[in-house]
């Protein structure tokens, strides 16, 4: 990736940097309202997992993670919105006749975020801890090694949807449907032992289940890193399937529909 | 802003028998235009008439059908990206990022040209200060006035300081001094040998930028010279009434022609054909509502090639008026209804019978 492709790159990721900084409100709420709702929804999840003789369970073990998880993947919207603007602006067209390939035009559009996801997960989780009494038994370095691959599967799956998706409205419907159905199946909304039976041989087909099995496995479980490589490995898996279905699908030259 | 000079022969942008067609209809029919370095091309036609299509393929932004083109001899087709580097695009529609400065918009288009550091600060300040941008560097476009927005869109195509400028109705909508600034920008830029095909639906602005012509009808180009090759070849002079009711039938020693509702007469001196007219005119002429003299223009050129008017812009402000327009509007009623073409004196009969 020579003549400059990580510079135009570097530029891009600038640029998303910049409209970040000018408008954070909507990631400040999105990163406030899981917390929020933990705050209603503690005692439930601390009911739940003493049910499954979890001892001392404060129910934070379950909602911070099932919250963080289920919240991160309304950051879909997020990514969707980034792309759909620029053909609101009318920007796409002006960068697609500059000096960046497609590839690095949505390459740059993940960087950014990528990271906020990132920060979005280390932040309820710190939240839940000084919060809500959540204690982490196993290695932090393993929350790690699952958190980053699923905030790189919540970036794709937004790609994936701007690929597929023609107007902004379509992408807002989905990307909602999507964050539900995976905190539904994922075990995000409740402990994965009170999933309902038609949703249990569902519920490994969406990455918020892995993530889910990989949280619980270092918090309930006191896990390390070896406890989540195959729930990190899967995770990886899901990422890299949608990427491939972001190139398939993905056609620079398609026009997309704006809220305007 | 120096540009170095093409490889010799090869002209800034060549297209030859190009070819678009969206589905079933045909935006470009076996279009072939050259531009050289330094030239303005203004490319004229009615809304549809393929202009914006024209410019997207230069561009790379849509492929052709059949035909060639190149940008200083590099296909947009087979080299998409060493054609851009030599080519700058605003495009119609304003393109600009609304919740930034004037300073961020135009930094992020040199980043991407790949500029770093102080190398952005100067390129920025260069393309800022003939628009009239360097005092508004930090303020954010959402807040800017329209003309201002229209000239930070075209701040953003040249950063990158291309050889090859492509202008898509770069003055609609905007004020007179953002016309002037624009007009004075272009003509600067293609001093210093950058190519400029500049599309507009105003005249005077071909005119006023002594830019040389290519006429587009219905996905064809139907005329390609300077102004004066065209006013000699096609420009028409002619005495045109309008009348109260229908116009009446007149025996001159000129053509006579109805064109919707006008009488036409067709005369090489229309000035001094006007008392002849008049005379001719009898008891209708009490019915006389108008009387235009029309001298050769880029208007009656377009008139008579496409057989109809152009003066009919995306706006009713129309242009600014230049001192190097060739014919005033002598409005005598001072109605006030927008542009009249370019090229023709008007008399309100009323008054002056």
Excluded at chain 2, 341 to 347: A, N
């Amino acid at each position: 990736m020579g003549d400059g492709a990580l510079g135009r790159i570097a530029a891009l990721v600038r640029q998303d940097g910049r409209l970040l900084v000018r408008d954070p409100s909507p990631l400040i709420v999105r990163t406030v309202m899981p917390l929020l709702l933990m705050s209603f929804m503690q005692p439930l999840f601390r009911a739940a997992l003493r049910a499954d003789d979890v001892r001392g369970a404060t129910g934070a073990e379950q909602g911070v993670p099932g919250m963080a998880v289920m919240f991160l993947f309304f950051l879909v919207n997020i990514v969707g919105f980034a792309m759909f603007r620029e053909h609101g602006w009318h920007t796409w067209d002006r960068l697609r006749a500059g000096p960046a390939r497609p590839f690095e035009l949505v390459a740059g559009r993940l960087v950014v975020p990528l990271v906020v996801a990132v920060v979005q997960l280390a932040v309820v989780f710190a939240a839940g801890g000084l919060l809500f009494g959540l204690r982490v038994t196993g290695s932090y370095a393993a929350l790690v090694l699952v958190g980053v691959p699923l905030a790189l599967c919540v970036v794709m799956v937004g790609m994936a949807l701007v690929a597929l998706c023609r107007t902004i409205a379509q992408l807002s419907v989905f990307a909602n449907l999507l964050a539900l159905l995976f905190a539904g199946l994922g075990g995000a909304l409740t402990p994965r032992s009170a999933l309902p039976d038609w949703a249990r041989p569902l519920a490994p087909g969406v990455p918020s289940y892995w993530a889910m099995r990989g949280f619980s496995a270092v918090i309930l479980d006191g896990g390390g890193v070896g406890a989540v490589l195959l729930p990190a490995g899967v995770l990886c898996a899901f990422a890299a399937g949608l990427t491939a279905v972001t190139l398939f699908f993905f056609r620079a030259e398609h026009r997309k529909l704006s809220w305007s | 802003m120096p540009t170095d000079p093409a490889p010799c022969g090869v002209p800034a942008l060549a297209l030859r028998g190009v070819t678009k067609r969206y589905g079933r209809t045909t935006a470009l029919e076996d279009v072939s235009l050259g531009i050289a370095d330094g030239e303005i091309v203004g490319l004229l036609g009615h809304n549809g008439a393929g202009k914006t299509t024209l410019m997207s393929l230069v561009a790379g932004l849509l492929r052709p059908d059949a035909g060639e083109i190149e940008v200083r001899g590099v296909s947009p087709v087979r080299d998409p990206r060493r054609a851009r580097r030599e080519l700058g695009l605003a495009p119609q529609e304003l393109g600009v990022y609304p919740p930034l400065t004037v300073r961020q918009n135009l930094a992020f288009f040199a980043e991407l040209a790949g500029l770093r550091g102080r190398d952005v600060r100067l390129r920025t300040g260069e393309v800022a200060e003939p628009l009239g941008l360097t005092a508004l560097l930090d303020r954010r476009v959402a807040r800017l006035s329209g003309g201002e927005q229209r000239r930070v869109h075209t701040a953003m195509a040249l950063l990158h300081r291309p050889r090859l400028l492509l202008l898509d109705e770069p003055t609609a909508g905007v004020d007179v001094e953002t016309r002037a600034r624009l007009l004075a920008f272009v003509r600067e830029l293609a001093a210093a040998g950058t190519a400029v095909c500049y599309s507009t639906h105003y005249l005077a602005e071909v005119e006023a930028l002594d830019a040389s012509v290519a006429i587009l009808d219905h996905g064809r180009v139907i005329a390609r010279g300077t102004l004066r090759e065209l006013v000699r070849s096609h420009g028409d002079s002619a005495v045109e009434l309008d009348f109260s009711g229908a116009p009446p039938a007149l025996r001159l020693p000129w053509p006579v022609a109805h064109e919707a509702g006008v009488l036409r007469v067709r005369v090489e001196r229309p000035h001094s054909a006007v008392p002849h007219v008049l005379a001719a005119l009898g008891e209708s002429a009490r019915r006389l509502v108008n009387l235009r003299v029309v001298q050769p223009g880029l208007e009656t050129v377009f008139l008579r090639l496409t057989g109809r008017r152009y003066t009919d812009g995306p706006d009713t402000a129309g242009p600014a008026r230049d001192g190097r327009a060739p014919e005033a509007d002598v409005g005598a009623g001072g109605s006030g209804d927008g542009p009249v073409p370019t090229g023709e004196r008007s008399i309100e009969a009323g008054r002056h019978g």
